[in-house]
């Protein structure tokens, strides 16, 4: 008996350790977090804010802007990091109108601003052209002088995304090429989103390949971007207590990704 447990003890063990130090397909590890365990912080009143401005912007579907109103807001941060929202209102595309990704995505760019100090760029009222399908128009000039004064170290493009989607989060690179070598974003930014316990994340679902994309346009400026398409599920805090939940949890995540990877040596 005894020579047969030895050797199902040691099969039982190397099938622990395979399963605690495994690699994803898409070569991040999923080792078992064993840091230490960390204070919160996001607080209520945060939350409540991001609601105010979720129900705010998605009041403004179908509202007529004035000849000469301003469609997108700007603002500044006190780090070098640029977090975008081209969809929070609907954007005009061949002429019609396209649905938005609602007014959570701003909710959340401003709630990280809050706790970061990046800098922010949205869309307040339905303008006439879309910020993530054409290159011409007056968000991408003003997106482009951002980068030129703040000289970003990358830009985060918040979409939202049906909540009938599998994932929690889908990252969207153009399969690699808008992280300009930079993967160490991407391994930071999931590896943070699953301390959290987002763990469902998909890659390059929406690629931000087609058309010129938020994170294409960066990537030609030089600047790394990821497009972080968001489950609704996450992005609707107004909708009741579990989803300002997520909310929060989603906030936490990325936030504890842009202050630690502001803390890492620059190469």
């Not at 395979?18 to 945060?46: C, E, M």
């Not at 939202?160 to 599998?166: K, Q």
């Not at 107004?238 to 803390?263: K, P, T």
Request: neutral net charge; glycine residues 8%.
């Amino acid at each position: 008996m005894k020579s047969l447990l030895a050797p199902l003890l040691a099969l039982a063990l190397a099938g622990c350790s395979s399963q605690t130090s495994s690699t994803g397909v898409d070569g991040l590890s999923t080792t078992a977090d064993r840091q230490p365990l960390r204070k919160a912080i996001v607080a209520p009143s945060l939350v409540y804010r991001a609601i105010e401005v979720e129900k705010t912007l998605d009041a403004r579907e179908g509202v007529t802007l004035e000849t000469g109103d301003d469609w997108f807001k700007v603002v500044p941060g006190s780090i070098p990091v640029i977090i975008s929202a081209p969809h929070a209102t609907r954007p005009l595309r061949n002429g019609k109108r396209r649905f938005s990704d609602g007014g959570g995505t701003a909710a959340l760019a401003l709630a990280l601003a809050e706790l970061t100090g990046a800098h922010v760029i949205y869309t307040t009222g339905e303008g006439p052209s879309d910020p993530n399908y054409y290159d011409d128009n007056a968000f991408k000039r003003e997106l482009a002088g951002l980068v030129d004064s703040v000289q970003p170290r990358y830009v985060l493009d918040i979409h939202g995304s049906h909540a009938y989607r599998p994932y929690d989060v889908d990252l969207g690179t153009m399969h690699g090429e808008s992280l300009l070598g930079q993967d160490h974003l991407q391994r930071a930014l999931v590896a943070s989103l699953r301390r959290e316990g987002i763990l469902n994340i998909s890659s390059n679902y929406f690629a931000a390949a087609k058309n010129r994309t938020i994170a294409k346009f960066a990537a030609g400026l030089g600047v790394p971007a990821v497009q972080v398409e968001v489950n609704s599920t996450y992005l609707s805090p107004s909708q009741g207590q579990l989803e300002a939940q997520r909310f929060s949890q989603l906030v936490q995540a990325m936030a504890r990704f842009i202050n630690g990877d502001r803390q890492r040596p620059q190469g």
